[in-house]
């Protein structure tokens, strides 16, 4: 489970999702940011960590729509490689339900049935950027090695 960083829920509602989070586990947060991928606005947030939790609300027709009702979505690992990363999950069976890279970011979502779940890739070259904001002066996380 090298690089193993985050598990994500899908939210209608992150305030609330972030107040029961707490309330239940004593869970800690980063500010909320709001985010933008091609024609989709979301809100995001991560808990303190490593591994962080990570609540996204994301409008209908998103890759991360909940059609109102919270969910468990997926949990996220770093890669050397997206490329080869998700050539090797395609290639086992569990195709990319969402690709990022046309985007202009290197992530991608691979639907893993037996799970009832996503497995996100995440390009390490990032991970600079989501420790500077996310997890400031915490020390650099493995990736996978493709």
């Keep these: 489970m090298s690089g193993f960083y985050h598990a994500c829920f899908v939210?209608?509602?992150l305030g609330k999702?972030?107040?029961d989070f707490t309330i239940a586990t004593g869970t800690s947060w980063r500010p909320i940011r709001d985010g933008r991928?091609?024609?989709w606005d979301y809100r995001i947030v991560f808990s303190e960590g490593p591994p962080h939790l990570e609540l996204i609300e994301g409008p209908p027709g998103s890759p991360w729509d909940c059609g109102g009702v919270a969910r468990?979505?997926?949990l996220g690992w770093w890669t050397r490689s997206i490329e080869d990363a998700s050539a090797r999950l395609a290639e086992a069976g569990f195709p990319a339900e969402?690709?990022?890279c046309p985007y202009g970011r290197p992530f991608a979502y691979h639907r893993v049935d037996s799970i009832g779940?996503?497995?996100e890739l995440v390009d390490a070259?990032?991970?600079p950027g989501f420790l500077e904001n996310w997890n400031p002066g915490g020390a650099p996380m493995p990736a996978l090695e493709d």
């Design 11 to 13: 939210v209608p509602d």
């Design 98 to 100: 969402f690709d990022a």
């Design 117 to 119: 779940a996503r497995i």
């Design 125 to 127: 070259s990032v991970q």
């Design 17 to 19: 999702a972030m107040g």
């Design 72 to 74: 468990f979505d997926h």
């Design 37 to 39: 991928l091609g024609e």
